[in-house]
Structures are given as structure tokens and as C-alpha cells.
């Protein structure tokens, strides 16, 4: 049988691999092992440098952030606070505005539900007299409040300078004066809320200038009209210590 050259050359070449191969599986296995370890080795000490490295880059980029949010909240939180100091500065500004525009124009205002006109200069005045009572020169509150009185007579400030000025009249032991300054208030401002607080002192004024009577009824009435209230609380007591 005639074998060509092309065959030839092909089992010729099937021939060298397989003995390459017998070569290598009759090496010892040991020396093949000891390859195989050694490479399996440097690449796993290759791998944990490589992560122990990543893992430096990285914490050091957490840390880098970490600086970062912190200076970006230290910011935010100075911005804030500006903004709050710039309100703050802005609203005591339109105060300030508008006391001192308070002191050259007249302003409609309402106090303690009494709404009216002031003029400029007013508020400061009734300020001063209150200020007279409040440290004890109840000399001076009592003029105060009577040149208030006299010269603003339609304030939204008036019932509040009959109720100091009766109150600075009685302090002072003038019953007298304080009963007539009271009673004025109760007539021409009935609804007013300082009226049961009033009536107290009204009354505390008859019971001081010997008229139990009349202490009596005043008493009874501030019970009757305003029943919750701190007033009559104080009457209930009075009351019954004028028996």
C-alpha cells in the first residue's frame, strides 16, 4: 500500500505529540506540584497586596470624604446661622423703624382691645408713668398718669392709665382718689379686660375707707359677673374675711 507524503508527514507529527505528552505524565509529580503551589502562592500574595492596597486607597477616600461633609456641614450650619443673624438684625431694624417713625406720626393701634389713634409721643408718656409706679414713686405715677389723662383722652392707652393711676392712688392711701379714678374707669370702659381686677382694688379701696357696704356689694359683684376668673377668686377671700 502506498502511503503519500501528506499522510505520512501527519501521523509523523500525531507520533511526537503523544510522546511529548508520556514525556511529561512520567515526570515526577512532585517537581509538577511544587511548580503548580509556588505560582498559586505568589498569585494569592500578589491578590492580598493588590486588595490591602485598594483597601487603603478607598478608606483614605472615605476619610477624605468624611473631612469634606463635615467642612460642607460646618458651612451650611455658618450659612444658617447668618441667615438667622440677618433676620434677626432685619426685624429688630423695621422695630427699631417703626418706634422711631411712631414718634413722629400718629399710628392706629389697638391695646388690650381698645383700637385708636396715637400720637407721636403718646406711648412714651403713659411708658414713663408706668415706669414711676412700677419703681415706687408713686407720686410721680400719679401725675404722669393725670397729665396722660388730660392730654391724650381718646388714647387706646387711657384705660390702662385709670387702672395704674387708681391702683397708684390706693398704694399711696388715697382711697378716695382711687375709688373716683376706678369707678370712672368701670363706667367708660366696661368690657375691659383689666375691669374684675379692678373692681379689687375698688373694693378693697371701700373696705379701706370704712365703707363695708359697699366693699361688700362690689365684692359680691365681681363673684357673680367674672366666676372663673383670679379676681373673684381674690373677692371670694375678701369677702369672707369682711364678715
Not at 512520567?26 to 486588595?51: G, H, M, Q, T, V
Not at 468624611?66 to 456641614?73: H, S
Not at 388715697?174 to 379714678?181: E, R
Not at 359680691?220 to 364678715?243: F, G, H, M, N, R
Request: charged share 25%; glycine share 4%; aromatic share 8%.
Amino acid at each position: 500500500m502506498i502511503i503519500s507524503l501528506k499522510t505520512y508527514k501527519q501521523t509523523l507529527s500525531r507520533a511526537f505529540c503523544l510522546s511529548a505528552t508520556l514525556v511529561c505524565l512520567s515526570a515526577p509529580n512532585s517537581a509538577w506540584a511544587l511548580f503548580s503551589d509556588d505560582e498559586a502562592r505568589k498569585a494569592i500574595l500578589d491578590l492580598r497586596k493588590s486588595l490591602a492596597t485598594t483597601q487603603l486607597e478607598l478608606q483614605s477616600q472615605i476619610d477624605k470624604l468624611k473631612t469634606e461633609n463635615a467642612e460642607l456641614r460646618g458651612k451650611v450650619e455658618e450659612l444658617e446661622k447668618q441667615g438667622e443673624d440677618i433676620t434677626s438684625s432685619q426685624k429688630t431694624y423695621y422695630q427699631d423703624l417703626d418706634t422711631r417713625l411712631g414718634n413722629f406720626e400718629p399710628r392706629t393701634i389697638t391695646i388690650e382691645g381698645v383700637s385708636g389713634i396715637v400720637q407721636p409721643g403718646e406711648k412714651k408718656a403713659y411708658d414713663d408713668a408706668l415706669k414711676a409706679f412700677q419703681a415706687g414713686n408713686l407720686k410721680k405715677a400719679e401725675d404722669g398718669f393725670a397729665a396722660f389723662s388730660a392730654k391724650y383722652p381718646k388714647s387706646p392707652y387711657l384705660p390702662l392709665a385709670l387702672y395704674w393711676s387708681g391702683n397708684s392712688k390706693y398704694a399711696n392711701k388715697d382711697y378716695a382718689g382711687a375709688i373716683s379714678q376706678l369707678q370712672s374707669l368701670i363706667k367708660k370702659y366696661p368690657n375691659h379686660p383689666r375691669i374684675p381686677s379692678a373692681m379689687v382694688t375698688l373694693g378693697n379701696s371701700q373696705l379701706e375707707s370704712g365703707n363695708k357696704v359697699a366693699a361688700k356689694k362690689t365684692f359680691s359683684e365681681i363673684i357673680a359677673k367674672y366666676p372663673d376668673t383670679d379676681s373673684a377668686k381674690d373677692a371670694q377671700q375678701l369677702l369672707a374675711a369682711t364678715k
